[in-house]
């Protein structure tokens, strides 16, 4: 079964210029999550969405940072501008949602490095 | 207030050797889920154990157990027969609400597990 995919697994920007980080889930799973860990700590909720719709942004920086999940699959996360304190890896996880599966079992992607200079 | 607190920012074991990662939570929700995650240098997390608030008995995984003192509130977790590979940093995470299968997944600030050959 593959896994999620994410990608680029890298990327350098200046200050003030955008970004986009992209998820494919498991196949079958209805929820995705968005999380930035910062250097150090644990990941953070950035927006859930279960299919297209999205559940919890509460933590999502809307003047800069925005997610879609258009057709309920794929997902793309977006940053502009980036400032100094994005730099994290952004982490996409996907779950089987409500129905199905061990509670909390997400699986995660390897994960999106950025580095804001 | 921090709802998971992880107090050991780095933790060595030997080869073979049993390990405690400790794990303290705070919640007035009496439904939640308590989670491990592991961490290797790759980056992707991955789910270990998980624990119900309302269960009666200590998850158990392979060689993961989870020391659940709801009293203490808290959730240590026990890596029986350590091996090489499971030096990685290990995040301890709660789900609060109808037992840990809805809302936003916390993390602690994680240990960095290293083990010793």
């Known amino acids: 079964e593959a896994g999620v995919a994410q990608s680029p697994r890298y990327k350098i920007i200046e200050k003030r210029q955008s970004v986009a980080f992209w998820c494919n889930p498991i196949s079958g799973h209805a929820t995705l999550y968005w999380y930035q860990q910062i250097l150090g700590q644990g990941p953070k909720l950035l927006i859930q969405?279960?299919?297209?719709?999205?559940?919890?942004d509460s933590q999502l920086p809307k003047d800069r940072f925005s997610a879609e999940r258009l057709k309920g699959v794929d997902s793309t996360l977006k940053i502009q501008p980036a400032k100094l304190e994005d730099s994290a890896v952004y982490l996409c996880?996907?779950?089987?949602?409500?129905?199905?599966?061990?509670?909390?079992?997400?699986?995660f992607g390897e994960g999106s490095r950025l580095t804001v200079l | 207030a921090q709802k998971i607190t992880q107090t050991q920012p780095g933790m060595f074991v030997q080869e073979k050797e049993a390990v405690t990662l400790d794990c303290t939570y705070d919640t007035s929700d009496p439904s939640y889920g308590l989670f491990w995650y592991k961490q290797p240098s790759s980056g992707e997390m991955i789910f270990l154990i998980y624990q119900g608030s309302y269960d009666q008995q200590n998850a158990t995984e392979g060689r993961y157990s989870l020391n659940f003192q709801k009293a203490r509130k808290s959730a240590n977790l026990v890596i029986s027969a350590s091996q090489l590979g499971d030096s990685a940093m290990y995040f301890c995470?709660?789900?609060?609400?109808?037992?840990?299968?809805?809302?936003?997944?916390?993390f602690g600030k994680g240990t960095k597990l290293s083990v010793k050959p």
């Open positions: 969405f279960q299919n297209n719709g999205v559940v919890d």
């Open positions: 996880a996907s779950s089987f949602g409500l129905a199905g599966g061990k509670p909390g079992e997400l699986f």
């Open positions: 995470a709660m789900r609060e609400g109808r037992g840990g299968s809805q809302g936003n997944l916390i």
